[in-house]
């Protein structure tokens, strides 16, 4: 069977859902590889994914210090990132408890080299997580995120101070250490990234971004998609002063987007120049629309690859591709969301089988 890789990422993206435990096989038919493993072969000798690993977590830490104000022992310490926080590992393999993190290092964890963005907390990361693993020695690199004022910039932010560890890779995959992040998913954007780039048949010009979505019924964070099936707004709340679409808009059949995402790495360096060249300076930092700091943070605002994605979006180089269960939309920003996180991660190990059977 072929598949229409175009069509699937924009006018049929509602058919694309029920394919998606045979996305990678599909590209790679497309492609005309061997087999899903060459065709991970392949991808991951030109890919570079980033995993975010250095966000201040301040939800996080205010729930920590609420449970021992409440005299509840977590466990945790208040200085780690909630990243290496253990819970339950339900994948089947690997270290239990595992940590977080461990959950989304693991979903890409044969895509290519990799940069995981820290402030800190290096070794532990490796012990508990890269080496459990088996991440092979020398296939990634810790880059500590800057933070101006003492809070990180945002993941915009990291991605350009990371920039000069993927240059050179055709694609960057970037994912949230505290997601609840599915390898089938990561591993068919990237597929359909590829197949998208060198078989493209449908008239419209390759993407530059591959945006995971799930179908949800009321999505907090909506996806508005215009006649061709390209996404053209993000309804997230730090786009709104960029994107100039109100809160309250309705989305086209209620598609979210999921922590996942995959560029183009050329388009990814390009609009970050971009952002950079209209929005920071040296003085006051970052000033995005949407993104103002807060009147006591002068130091200057965050610069998220959600800035990117409208971006990219807006110029009509961004698709969508309904494969994401909505499980994934469940990343843990406080103790709060440990139990729903541990239900949902449940759901989403089941594409390790899946990943398995196309081995």
């Not at 012990?127 to 003492?150: C, E, H, K």
Request: glycine share 10%; proline share 6%.
């Amino acid at each position: 069977m072929t598949a229409d890789f175009d069509s699937l990422t924009t006018t049929k993206s509602g058919e694309c859902f029920a394919m998606r435990q045979r996305l990678p096989a599909l590209a790679t038919a497309s492609l005309q590889m061997s087999g899903v493993r060459a065709l991970v072969r392949a991808l991951a000798g030109r890919t570079t994914c980033i995993t975010m690993l250095a966000g201040s977590g301040s939800r996080w830490i205010a729930s920590l210090e609420e449970a021992r104000a409440a005299g509840r022992d977590t466990g945790a310490n208040l200085a780690a990132p909630r990243g290496l926080f253990g819970v339950a590992n339900l994948m089947g393999f690997g270290p239990d408890p595992m940590p977080i993190a461990g959950y989304a290092l693991a979903a890409v964890r044969e895509l290519g080299r990799h940069v995981i963005v820290v402030r800190g907390w290096e070794q532990e990361i490796k012990d508990t997580i890269l080496t459990p693993l088996s991440y092979p020695t020398g296939s990634w690199v810790f880059a500590t995120q800057d933070a101006p004022g003492g809070k990180p910039r945002g993941h915009g932010d990291a991605a350009f101070q990371t920039m000069p560890l993927w240059f050179g890779s055709e694609y960057v995959l970037v994912n949230f250490g505290g997601d609840a992040s599915s390898p089938l998913t990561a591993l068919s954007s990237l597929a359909v990234m590829e197949a998208l780039s060198q078989g493209s048949a449908g008239g419209l010009d390759m993407p530059d971004l591959i945006m995971p979505a799930a179908l949800v019924d009321n999505p907090a964070y909506p996806i508005t998609i215009d006649e061709r099936g390209l996404p053209r707004h993000f309804g997230h709340a730090k786009l709104q002063g960029a994107s100039g679409v109100a809160s309250g808009v309705a989305a086209w059949n209620g598609y979210t987007n999921v922590g996942v995402r995959v560029y183009r790495a050329s388009a990814l360096r390009d609009a970050i120049e971009r952002i950079r060249n209209t929005w920071w300076t040296k003085d006051h930092g970052y000033h995005i629309p949407g993104n103002a700091p807060a009147s006591d943070d002068p130091t200057g605002g965050e610069f998220a690859l959600d800035n990117v994605d409208a971006m990219l979006a807006v110029d009509g180089r961004a698709r969508l591709l309904n494969v994401a269960r909505p499980q994934e939309l469940s990343p843990v920003k406080s103790l709060a969301d440990l139990e729903r996180f541990r239900r949902d991660i449940a759901v989403i190990c089941k594409d390790w089988k899946t990943l398995g059977s196309l081995s």
